[in-house]
């Protein structure tokens, strides 16, 4: 999925569904960075109406989905903790190039895309390994949702700069979230 060089072991979704408070409120958190993040972009891009209106729409949908989260903590008695550090998403945020404005700009929607392609892969290992069906049937919807988003900001990347430098960059994003991703997959968090 995504051309994700490493995916994730099935045996994770085992370890996300044995502390479902946990993986909910971790998950509510990263809809909520997402949201952020979209919005960020908006400042960064403010001379593109058009993307600025796609963005927006994220925005708004990232923010839906963490107010569904929060829903379903709340439906199933569980108390939503406190913001989560996501040291998966702070590692590749190190990779982005501070280069030209440009190159910023390709790099940070790229930055945005891989996350969105780890977290539908994730969605998808969930859909298809927890016996929850409530869950089941909402991680569908999501992982649906994160491809678009991936697939958004992939031809937002590829609208600011050469196409052919954008794909050769994209590959290097592939490769260094693989060896990130090594790292990860045992915790239950979205990223963890």
């Known amino acids: 999925m995504f051309k994700l060089k490493l995916p994730t072991d099935p045996r994770w979704a085992n370890i996300a569904e044995g502390n479902i408070q946990e993986i909910l409120t971790d998950h509510a958190w990263c ?109 569908k919807e999501l992982m649906i949702s994160e491809a678009n988003h991936y697939t958004t900001f992939i031809g937002f990347a590829r609208q600011m700069g050469d196409v052919e430098s954008v794909n050769k960059r994209w590959e290097e994003w592939l490769e260094h979230e693989a060896k990130v991703i090594q790292s990860y997959g045992k915790s239950e968090t979205i990223h963890g």
């Open 31 to 139: 809809e909520q960075k997402a949201a952020t993040n979209a919005i960020s972009l908006i400042i960064m891009l403010s001379e593109y109406p058009e993307i600025v209106t796609e963005l927006l729409a994220i925005a708004q949908e990232e923010l839906d989905h963490f107010n569904q989260v929060h829903e379903i903590i709340k439906k199933r008695g569980y108390t939503f903790g406190k913001a989560r550090k996501d040291d998966y998403v702070n590692e590749l945020a190190k990779f982005v190039i501070q280069g030209t404005r440009e190159k910023l700009i390709i790099d940070k929607l790229l930055f945005a895309a891989m996350i969105e392609a780890r977290s539908c892969e994730r969605f998808k290992v969930l859909t298809e390994n927890i016996k929850d069906e409530e869950l089941k049937t909402f991680y």
